[in-house]
């Protein structure tokens, strides 16, 4: 089939299921940054702190959590997460395949100079390594005390998102890690985002320009919300609520 066997086929589906990691993450990231608007209005502390508070509170992190719930969201959210697999899988299969095809590990090869120029264009694997390791890690601190418990009945449920923000950023080193991650995750989402427009296309000289541009705000943004919440959360830990 074209799609799976030809260069641009490959890249197309690449781009596409990137598009999916980025509204995945754009939807999760104003989600938990509903947590520091909380923080501003004197409800995160307060909803962390009681567990009837937060059930029967109007803080915006809960009424984003429970949006979360919606059916609509429901069936959306694993969509996009599938779509986030597929990227982590195929980008796999992708540069075992290039690696194979060169006999041994080399950069990517690319027209464009702005992406021979680019440290995370030729070190695109890598990053997605380092990002897939501490989706791991990630995953063992959210989704299996929230999603987990409550759709398979493993582990220890646990309803208030406040409280566990503040547990697990109130480590100094744990919130160094997630800061690595960010960093992580924004070097590769940079890259990638106008590598998605060039492959569908928009690689003319005056749209990769504004491409570039409107991809770093986006990223930056994205990236932005996850740090302020792990500093947040880390600030209301250590030095607000005291837990």
């Known amino acids: 089939m074209f799609i799976f066997n030809s260069s641009i086929g490959k890249k197309f589906v690449q781009s596409i299921s990137g598009a999916f990691l980025i509204i995945f993450l754009l939807l999760h990231a104003t989600i938990n940054f509903f947590s520091v608007i909380d923080s501003f209005t004197g409800k995160f502390g307060i909803a962390a702190a009681d567990d009837k508070l937060?059930?029967?509170?109007?803080?915006?992190f809960k009424l984003g959590c429970d949006f979360m719930s919606t059916p609509v969201?429901?069936?959306?959210?694993?969509?996009?997460?599938?779509?986030?697999?597929?990227?982590i899988v195929y980008?796999?299969?992708l540069t075992a395949q290039n690696i194979s095809?060169?006999?041994?590990?080399?950069?990517?090869?690319?027209?464009?100079?702005?992406?021979t120029d680019s440290w995370s264009a030729k070190n695109m694997f890598i990053l997605g390594l380092v990002i897939l390791g501490l989706l791991v890690f990630h995953l063992t601190h959210f989704w299996a005390k929230m999603q987990l418990p409550e759709l398979f009945g493993i582990g220890t449920y646990e309803n208030n998102p406040y409280l566990l923000l503040m547990?697990?950023?109130k480590p100094w080193w744990m919130l160094l890690i997630y800061l690595v991650?960010?960093?992580a995750i924004w070097l590769h989402l940079v890259h990638g985002f106008w590598s998605m427009f060039q492959t569908i296309g928009w690689n003319s000289q005056v749209w990769f320009k504004r491409v570039k541009v409107i991809g770093v705000v986006v990223v930056s943004i994205i990236v932005f919300a996850f740090v302020a919440v792990a500093v947040n959360a880390f600030i209301q830990a250590n030095f607000i609520a005291c837990i």
């Not at 937060?54 to 803080?59: E, L, N, Y």
């Not at 095809?101 to 992406?115: F, L, N, Q």
């Open 54 to 60: 937060f059930s029967a509170g109007d803080g915006l």
């Open 73 to 87: 969201i429901s069936i959306m959210v694993p969509i996009l997460a599938l779509g986030f697999l597929v990227h």
């Open 91 to 93: 980008g796999c299969w």
């Open 101 to 115: 095809a060169r006999g041994g590990i080399k950069r990517y090869e690319v027209s464009s100079k702005a992406a």
């Open 167 to 169: 547990v697990t950023f």
């Open 181 to 183: 991650w960010f960093a």
